[in-house]
């Protein structure tokens, strides 16, 4: 059975640092696009980042994709020996706290920021940004 475990997330001021990682077992995640989520309370799940499967279409292997609002502080990344996806986030604001989630679609290789193109998701991780 596939399974995807978040780790990372934390107490952490404003303009600090976390890494998540994403841990897939049951199946080799450069095969699939992998996309990062997140919940407020009282908001609706976005998407944060994606990043498409790296093994497959050159047009648009391991090719990312970042929301508005964390583009040039949060990067995506793969480490294939490790079946693991990370999301780096930099420069943390208080509006990033929020449940982070990771996801793999059933099928697609190409990374969306659309909740409902993903089939297997994580527990999540909380990320609290505050002073």
């Known amino acids: 059975q596939p399974q995807l475990v978040e780790s990372g997330g934390g107490l952490v001021q404003p303009g600090g640092s976390l890494r998540l990682s994403c841990a897939a077992s049951g199946f080799t995640l450069d095969l699939y696009a992998v996309g990062w989520f997140r919940q407020a309370p009282g908001k609706e799940r976005e998407g944060v980042s994606c990043i498409s499967a790296g093994i497959g279409n050159t047009n648009y292997a391991d090719s990312t994709n970042y929301a508005d609002s964390v583009k040039g502080r949060f990067t995506i990344s793969r480490d294939n020996a490790k079946n693991t996806v990370y999301l780096q986030m930099n420069s943390l604001r208080p509006e990033d706290t929020g449940m982070y989630y990771c996801?793999?679609?059933?099928?697609?290789?190409?990374?969306?920021?659309?909740?409902?193109?993903?089939?297997?998701w994580g527990q999540g991780t909380q990320v609290t940004v505050s002073s």
């Open positions: 996801a793999a679609p059933a099928f697609e290789s190409v990374g969306s920021l659309i909740d409902e193109d993903y089939h297997y």
